[in-house]
């Protein structure tokens, strides 16, 4: 797998967009090298929305509720509709899983980190994320569900590590996914041996003779087993040198410049706050001598450390559409914006909470309609999520 480019543009997005085709798509999404659209930074930072990608995808192919393309852009709104019915209960255990949560360790030790876990799968989808900050789905499911299942390292922690190295990393998408993946989100563990990745990966990632090398049942009596913690011996993988794993930057990294809040700047101006999850286009109706401040929040970064690359792609776009650029605290922020005349920016739940209240629009018509109260499951969402 190789490192898409990604330049940080909308046009890049929309390159993306007119090259999917669903039928290409339903066919092939699960191979490595099968034609996926790689939009997922796009449509994590804003560049473009679920119903722009689903509309421009059928500008060009007839397109269905039914088509497995429209079915994983509804993983992604289903995804953030648990979120916003449970908030930061989506960061513990929705449900019990397969063994009690005291079995699963909280660190990531680092023959993982290193990529030197002895599984070829494991090993070459860590190398990938380190150099391209993106990961396959198939690979990312193979990841969590080694990480947990058979080193018994606990979803949160897996979560949390991989979160930081994805330049798409979407609290909701990610998180939950490793809770699928974990039995904690789902009715039931997800599990991959030697043979899936053979299937559906290039040779190098071939795992024969490891601990993945073996029946769907044994995995599922090791899923069970709180003593079965696999380590690093697997005697046919070849001997590979300790990768380093990148640095994870709370605030963003050099060459990035920028400047604290400050109230001075603002002199009763209107003012568009430009935030890491709005980088699409400016709006068209705003007043022409709009103050437009692209803004990052620590208290968000301190949490949420970003590597950098994602902070790259971020930053490249920011200079792109503003002239002015901030990273300070929540506090200071708003301190800050108490003095613009009116401020405003796109609604994204990774950013809300810190801003002030009243100045978060919701940034696009949703692709799907919104379902009032929890589903607790994906099918019984999507019985309700009406096309919008
Ligand atoms: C452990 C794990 C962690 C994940 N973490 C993230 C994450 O942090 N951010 C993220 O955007 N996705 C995450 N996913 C979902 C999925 O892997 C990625 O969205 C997908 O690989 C992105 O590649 P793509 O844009 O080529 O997707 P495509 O297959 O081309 O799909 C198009 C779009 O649909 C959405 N989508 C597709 N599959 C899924 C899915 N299974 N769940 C949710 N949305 C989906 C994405 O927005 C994606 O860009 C995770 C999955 C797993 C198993």
Not at 47 to 53: A, D, G, K, T
Not at 98 to 126: F, K, T, W
Not at 192 to 207: E, K, L, Q, T
Not at 314 to 330: F, I, K, N, T, Y
């Amino acid at each position: 797998m190789t490192a898409p480019h990604c330049p940080a543009t909308p046009a890049a997005a929309w390159e993306r967009i007119r090259a999917v085709n669903p039928a290409d798509y339903a066919r092939t999404r699960n191979a490595l090298d099968g034609a996926v659209s790689g939009l997922s930074p796009y449509i994590t930072h804003g560049f473009v929305s679920l119903r722009e990608v689903f509309e421009g995808v059928a500008q060009q192919h007839p397109l269905n509720p039914q088509d497995k393309f429209v079915f994983e852009l509804g993983w992604r709104a289903y995804f953030r509709h648990v979120w916003q019915h449970r908030g930061d209960g989506i960061f513990t255990a929705l449900h019990s899983g397969p063994l009690p949560e005291h079995h699963y360790s909280g660190r990531v030790p680092d023959d993982i980190r290193q990529a030197r876990s002895g599984v070829n799968a494991i090993d070459m989808a860590i190398c990938g994320l380190y150099d391209s900050g993106h990961l396959h789905n198939h690979a990312r499911m193979w990841l969590a569900s080694y990480m947990v299942h058979v080193r018994k390292i606990h979803w949160r922690a897996g979560a949390d590590w991989l979160y930081g190295h994805l330049r798409d990393g979407d609290l909701a998408s990610n998180h939950l996914s490793w809770q699928w993946v974990a039995g904690t989100g789902s009715t039931k563990p997800y599990l991959f041996n030697a043979d899936n990745v053979a299937r559906y990966a290039p040779a190098p990632w071939h795992s024969p003779g490891s601990v993945i090398d073996t029946s769907y049942e044994r995995l599922a009596q090791i899923s069970l087993d709180p003593n079965h913690r696999a380590t690093t011996t697997s005697p046919a993988a070849p001997h590979r040198p300790a990768t380093t794993e990148p640095n994870l930057w709370s605030a963003p990294p050099s060459p990035w410049k920028h400047e604290a809040p400050d109230a001075a700047a603002l002199a009763h101006r209107q003012v568009y706050l430009v935030h890491p999850w709005s980088l699409g286009p400016l709006p068209s109706d705003l007043p022409a001598n709009s103050l437009v401040i692209g803004i990052s929040v620590s208290d968000f970064h301190q949490a949420w450390p970003w590597s950098q690359l994602r902070w790259d792609f971020v930053e490249q776009r920011m200079a792109d559409v503003v002239a002015l650029r901030w990273h300070g605290s929540a506090q200071a922020l708003q301190s800050a914006l108490a003095h613009a005349q009116s401020v405003r920016c796109v609604a994204d739940p990774h950013m809300d909470r810190y801003l002030p209240p009243g100045v978060v629009s919701p940034s696009a018509a949703p692709l799907f309609a919104p379902v009032d109260g929890l589903c607790s499951s994906f099918s019984k969402w999507w019985k309700h999520a009406a096309l919008g």
